[in-house]
């Protein structure tokens, strides 16, 4: 990627807990990072199409549209988007894959979260 300021990074988060959504957002932002909230997949795929991320951040599960479905449907359409997919349940994981997807187990740090984010993004 081109961009090297954590302020030109547009992150959705797709999480249903209000708590654990705020938290990254703040934590996110105080870092520079620019971010957006969906409450499920569905809200995060809506605002993706009108403000495209550079790096989705998403639970597995959640109402109405999971996250498993909201990576299978943005790795369709998206295929470059780096994803971190946050969870407190050890079955069912997608693959990892450097670069392109990671997992952080919930309960996470700040810190973990952040590491993972610029990793993923190829900044420090």
Known sequence: MSQTSAQTFHVIVAEDDPVVAVTIAETLEERGFRVSIGRNGFDAFKIDQNDPADILITDLRMPHFDGTSLIA???EQRPELPILVTTGYSDNLPKEEPGQLSVVQKPFSEDS????????????
Not at 113 to 124: E, F, K, M, T
């Open 113 to 124: 979260i952040v590491r993972a984010v610029q990793a993923l993004l190829g900044v420090a």
């Open 73 to 75: 449907r943005m790795q």
